[in-house]
C-alpha cells in the first residue's frame, strides 16, 4: 500500500481561506438582510419570526465553519507529491480523494494567482491533462514556480522517452 504524499500546502493558505470564508459569509447574510429590509419597508410579506430564527442561525452556523473549520480541515488533508512518474494528490474533509496523474498524461502547467493570493505571496500550480485540470492550491509562488518548472521537465522528459 502506498503511503501518503508528504508535501503539505503553505500554512498561509488557512489566512487566504478564512478570509474567503468571511467574503461569502457577508454575501450569505446579505441575501436574507435585503430581503427583511423590503419587507419592512412593505413591499413583501414579513416572514414569521421562528423562520427569521432559523435564518439567523444558519447563517451563524454557515459562518462558523466557512471561517473556522473547514480551512483548517482543508490545510490539515491537503498533501502533493511529484515523483518522476508521477503526480500525487491528497485531499478532502470528508470525502478523501487520491489522484494519481502519470507524467505522460500532463500536456502543459500552468501557475495561477489572484488578488488574494498575490497579497500573500501565494499560487497555485494547475495540471492540465487531456481530460481535465488538477490544481494544487496555496503554494508559496517560489515553490509554485519550482514545481511547474519541475513538472514541466519531468513531462517533456517522459515524452521523449516515449
Do not use: C
Not at 12 to 36: E, M, Q
Not at 91 to 117: A, N, S
Amino acid at each position: 500500500m502506498r503511503t501518503l504524499p508528504k508535501e503539505t500546502l503553505d500554512p498561509k493558505a488557512l489566512t487566504v481561506w478564512r478570509i474567503r470564508g468571511i467574503i461569502s459569509s457577508l454575501i450569505f447574510a446579505l441575501i436574507p438582510l435585503i430581503y427583511i429590509t423590503i419587507a419592512a419597508i412593505g413591499f413583501l410579506p414579513i416572514p414569521p419570526s421562528w423562520v427569521i430564527v432559523i435564518i439567523l442561525l444558519l447563517i451563524i452556523f454557515q459562518a462558523v465553519s466557512a471561517i473556522a473549520f473547514i480551512p483548517s480541515l482543508r490545510l490539515r488533508y491537503w498533501r502533493y507529491e511529484v515523483t518522476e512518474h508521477e503526480i500525487d494528490l491528497y485531499r478532502g474533509i470528508f470525502i478523501r480523494t487520491r489522484t494519481l496523474i502519470p507524467m505522460t498524461r500532463v500536456q502543459h502547467v500552468d501557475t495561477r494567482e489572484g488578488p488574494l493570493y498575490r497579497h500573500y505571496n501565494l499560487a497555485a500550480v494547475v495540471i492540465s491533462t487531456a481530460a481535465t485540470q488538477h490544481e494544487i492550491p496555496a503554494l508559496s509562488s517560489e515553490i509554485a514556480n519550482e514545481l511547474r518548472d519541475r513538472i514541466s521537465e519531468l513531462a517533456l522528459v517522459v515524452e521523449d522517452d516515449v
